[in-house]
């Protein structure tokens, strides 16, 4: 037999003698494996899908929406240094009636070239056929809407065209990479149910429009490469005259910055939560090997002395490590690849994506297996080196007997708060501060897990309330189309059902700061704003001067401007010319990057009379099927938006994957506890089982002696769990710098149920394990380990 | 391979005296560490009584034998066994914090003579120093019974009289019914009885006329 041979079967016989512990270690890996794996397969195939998706359908990269200008402005546009196609469409946003739906719902209508997709922002046919352009009434409709209202070919649904009620027949359903996110313009949730896009053929749209040889909207493609910043102001510059509300980037298209923040999102993930498995699993497998050089000294010294190499003794316990992290490693491999296939479904379901094409990602593989494998060796290196630094005569010697000292808490002179066994268990951690202090890190890292996983839930459900509830209170906003007078609130009072009515002037801006510059809108909210209010982060109202802007937070940060100074705002409705404004107050905000004045100044500032983008109801519940009815056939309402029913889809949709999501979080994280405490525990059996079974002997019982062992973890769980919050809280505030979009920002909110439910993981992890060993200890013969010199 | 069943102690049949002295000699495996774990209430013969007074320490429950151990009997190990991680009076104290009517911890390691050495861990003490504590902490809650498994086998010979002196004293002074268990001949002459045990058998029992003070004992 080889020396190889007899040192495996020694290898086999201790991992199995240990496998629990081996188990619990090779889990760690494994779920850290898995996540690593399923997240940057992922994010991998996201990415691809979206390129393709992009560049299949030719989705555009600089997109403006004008008044109206005339069709030979095109040759102009296409001037543009870098412009490699445009596109030029008409657009319109409609009240529709859906059959089957209460409310009234909005949909956007464009324009394609008669018979085909137009050459940019591609649509894909999903099913049906192309609108026939010999029909005036034919649409193509989006599938997400098609299927939210489970709607047929061959449906119809009215639309308020132009103030003329018209039928609109459904002959195919599309998608489009224009709408992966389908978002209402205005709105910041997403609902299917009341906010459709739809293709007609462009003559119809012209005719209903009076758009005849002009477009409002214009997509452009560029050269790779291309000035990006140049273009947006060449093409401003050409179109500000035709009322232009400022050329964008596809950054803040509203569909590709929602994909765009999803991706990034998932990025954290695939790097955060594996580190902090394998790091786990590297200080498992550091305590484990060290206990297990440490009661092998003799072994260790008799296979030197028979002649085995220094190196045939590192690898034999290396392979220890090695064997066990490869277990997890394959296990998780191949847990991670399937979760991927599964999730890269669901994720293309969501996203409607065109065309589903998934392959296991092999870089990601070969990393993780890279990654683990240092992981092994990292947390074997201290115990491989120790045994191979031991001379064979010392080891032949006992060991130093373990040395106590003094409890910190002790020296301190607080000894008379702490019993004999309170004090026995601190001295033990002290003993080995180290690794008490990576016993604490790993069962925090599991109630951080824990608490990472509920603040997106918590911090969402915090952020829907802030906005749509405390800050606006409104249950129905109308947006009049075309602006409309202080009549038409009038009108509005005299609705069924509407208690209370706030008008309001909306107009799009560019707020400049020295070299910053941002594209949004001036909200002029009347003095009373009982319906709509500007609050600070108390949830306290705060005030709108008759002169200057409140900016909301966001915009003010992206500014760089605080109040008392001031900003330049060009209006972009086509007129000349900029003003100079003072920032007067800033607002709380975690949705919309808003500024706000009072009305009067607003108008006055646009030498208008009073006219009204738009107004907010107050609307008594049971009266809502009569103003529903009213609002689908007043022809002067442009669109209507339900706040409830939308948060309600919002809600429902989120509260859905919140439970799967916590789901894996608690798995995960039980997975964590569970292996370091139970190592934890096994190692400090091994170490004090004569000392255990002594105080059997002298006539302790056997919950006393459980006691002073998992007392230990008591201790350690108890010191975990604050520490555990700490780094949670930390790594979510990281997650909130690091995450802020034009749409949302994430409040720093978690919910006090969210610290005790990871607490509560952390403890039954302890409990468990706790029981575990007790077993385990209760199966020790009393005798035998008293005859055994240590 | 079937289990065969190992007869450790046959035909045992053996009255300890209170307050009496006695020395278990026999090579290994004749049974007497067997007998001492019987007596200790750590094991229970498969067949016959064993009373402690009025307990069949055969029939008790475990509760029970936890219960004698607590209260009755002090346990000297070969190798000390002392909590690494209390000093000197915590070890003892560990034990007269769970039973009535103990001796104080300072009065029992007076007795070991190691008062002065009480906030020591174990490991600044010597092997004889150890077991030494190891007493303190047996007599401290004044057993009726002190049982001791080779309490001088890790020791050298001076530090071995020194703990026989020892547990002579305590013998004497509290009148504890001791045994030790021993390899060594000689130890027999301090007992009042010698108990010579071979094949799990009583193959003899010697009555000393008188018991040889320790420091008399030569090896």
């Not at chain 1, 910041?188 to 739809?198: A, I, N, S």
């Not at chain 1, 700061?513 to 982060?537: C, D, P, Q, V």
């Not at chain 1, 969210?754 to 039954?764: D, E, F, G, K």
């Amino acid at each position: 037999m080889t020396q190889g041979s007899v040192l495996t079967r020694k290898l086999v016989r201790e991992l199995w003698a240990t496998k629990g512990q081996a188990l619990a270690i090779a889990a760690v890996v494994a779920a850290g494996v898995a996540v690593f794996v399923m997240s940057t397969s992922i994010l991998q195939f996201l990415r691809d899908t979206r390129d393709t998706y992009y560049d299949r359908y030719r989705f555009a990269h600089v997109f403006a929406q004008l008044r109206r200008a005339p069709r030979t402005l095109e040759p102009q546009i296409a001037a543009i240094d870098g412009v490699t196609m445009v596109d030029t469409r008409v657009v319109a946003d409609v009240t529709i009636d859906v059959p089957g739906l209460e409310e009234p719902a909005a949909a956007r209508l464009i324009s394609i070239p008669s018979g085909r997709p137009p050459r940019l922002n591609a649509y894909h046919l999903r099913r049906g056929r192309q609108p026939d352009p010999a029909h005036g009434d034919e649409v193509l409709v989006s599938e997400a809407f098609y299927e939210a209202n489970r709607l047929q070919l061959g449906d119809s649904i009215a639309a308020i065209i132009n103030g003329r009620y018209q039928r609109l027949r459904i002959v195919g359903v599309a998608l489009s990479p224009e709408y992966v996110f389908q978002i209402r313009p205005g709105a910041l949730l997403p609902d299917d149910r009341r906010f459709g896009v739809m293709w007609m053929p462009r003559q119809h749209l012209e005719a209903a429009f009076n758009m005849e040889g002009a477009f409002n909207d214009v997509a452009l493609r560029l050269q790779p490469g291309s000035n990006y910043e140049e273009v947006l102001d060449r093409l401003d510059l050409l179109l500000k005259r035709y009322g232009c509300t400022g050329a964008y980037g596809r950054e803040d298209q509203i569909s590709a910055s929602f994909l765009d923040d999803e991706i990034q999102q998932l990025r954290g993930m695939a790097i955060i939560a594996p580190m902090i498995f394998l790091g786990v699993a590297a200080f498992l497998l550091n305590v484990i090997l060290s206990r297990r050089v440490q009661t092998q000294r003799e072994i260790i010294a008799a296979l030197k002395a028979f002649g085995f190499g220094n190196s045939t003794i590192a690898m034999h316990y290396l392979a220890t490590a090695v064997w066990i992290t490869a277990v997890g490693a394959v296990v998780g491999t191949l847990a991670g690849s399937r979760l991927a296939v599964g999730l890269a479904q669901l994720y293309s379901e969501f996203y409607r994506f065109p065309h589903f094409e998934f392959h296991p990602d092999l870089r990601s593989i070969a990393a993780a297996s890279l990654v683990s494998l240092a992981a092994a060796v990292g947390g074997a290196g201290r115990a491989v080196w120790q045994a191979v630094r031991l001379m064979p005569a010392e080891a032949m010697r006992p060991p130093t007997p373990a040395r106590y000292h003094r409890s910190v808490v002790e020296v301190l002179g607080l000894s008379w708060l702490f019993p004999l066994p309170l004090r026995m268990i601190l001295r033990h951690l002290q003993r080995r501060p180290l690794n008490s202090l990576f016993s604490v890190l790993g069962i925090a890292a599991a109630v951080a897990v824990l608490l990472m996983g509920n603040f997106s839930p918590d911090a969402i459900h915090y952020l829907l309330n802030f906005q749509f509830e405390v800050a606006q209170r409104h249950d129905v906003q109308v947006v009049f189309e075309p602006l409309a007078s202080h009549a038409a609130i009038h009108e509005l009072k005299s609705l069924p059902g509407v208690q209370y009515v706030e008008g309001f002037r909306s107009v799009p801006v560019h707020i400049r700061r020295g070299h910053r510059k941002h594209r949004t809108a001036i909200m002029g909210l009347g003095r009373e704003r009982r319906l709509y209010r500007l609050l600070n982060a108390h949830e306290r109202p705060i005030r709108l001067p008759p002169e200057g802007l409140v900016l909301s937070d966001a915009l003010a940060k992206r500014l760089r401007v605080s109040a008392g100074e001031r900003v330049e705002v060009e209006i972009l409705d086509g007129r000349p010319g900029t003003y100079i404004l003072p920032v007067v107050g800033v607002a709380q905000e975690y949705a919309g990057m808003n500024a706000y004045a009072d009305i009067d100044a607003l108008h006055r500032l646009l030498q208008e009379d009073a006219a009204l983008t738009g107004a907010w109801l107050q609307v008594d519940s049971l009266a809502n099927r009569q103003l529903y009815q009213h609002l689908k056939h007043t022809p002067r309402v442009g669109s209507v938006a339900i706040k409830k029913a939308t948060m309600e889809q919002f809600k429902a949709t989120i509260a859905e994957n919140v439970l799967t999501m916590q789901a894996f979080n608690v798995l995960f994280a039980a997975i964590i506890a569970i292996g370091v405490i139970y190592n934890t525990a096994r190692i400090s059996l091994d170490e004090r089982a004569r000392e255990l079974m002594t105080l059997r002997v002298i006539g302790f019982s056997r919950w006393e002696t459980s006691a002073m062992l998992l007392g230990e973890l008591a201790v350690l769980t108890c010191i975990a769990i604050p520490v555990g919050w700490a780094v949670g809280y930390s790594f979510c505030y990281a997650m909130v710098q690091g995450f802020a979009s034009e749409q949302f920002r994430i409040p720093l909110v978690i919910h006090p149920d969210s610290y005790l439910q990871s607490a509560a993981v952390a403890a039954t992890a302890a409990i468990v394990s706790g029981w575990i060993v007790h077993r385990r200890l209760e199966q020790i013969d009393l005798v035998e380990v008293l005859k055994i010199r240590e | 391979m079937g289990e065969v069943a190992v007869h450790a102690l046959r035909g045992i049949d053996l009255e300890v005296r209170h307050g009496e002295f006695l020395v278990l000699l026999g090579p290994s495996g004749s049974g007497k560490s067997t007998l001492l774990n019987i007596i200790g209430g750590l094991d229970r013969p498969t067949t016959g009584q064993v009373f402690f007074k009025q307990l069949d320490l055969a029939a008790a429950s475990d509760r029970q034998l936890t219960l004698y151990r607590r209260r009755s009997v002090g346990f000297v190990f070969q190798f000390y066994n002392l909590i690494p991680s209390l000093t000197a009076l915590e070890n003892v104290a560990l034990v007269t914090e769970v039973v009535d009517d103990p001796m104080r911890p300072e009065e029992a390691l007076e007795m070991v003579g190691l008062l002065d050495r009480k906030d020591h861990f174990p490991a600044q003490l010597s092997g004889g120093q150890q077991q030494r504590v190891a007493i303190a902490r047996a007599i401290a809650k004044r057993p009726e019974v002190l049982l001791c498994d080779e309490p001088t086998g890790a020791l050298d010979a001076a530090t071995g009289v020194t703990v026989l002196q020892t547990i002579d004293r305590i013998n004497r002074q509290l009148g504890t019914t001791t045994m030790i268990i021993t390899h060594n001949a000689a130890i027999g002459a301090m007992a009042d009885r010698i108990l010579h045990m071979r094949d799990g058998q009583i193959a003899a029992l010697e009555n000393n006329a008188s018991r040889k003070p320790p420091e008399e004992i030569q090896w």
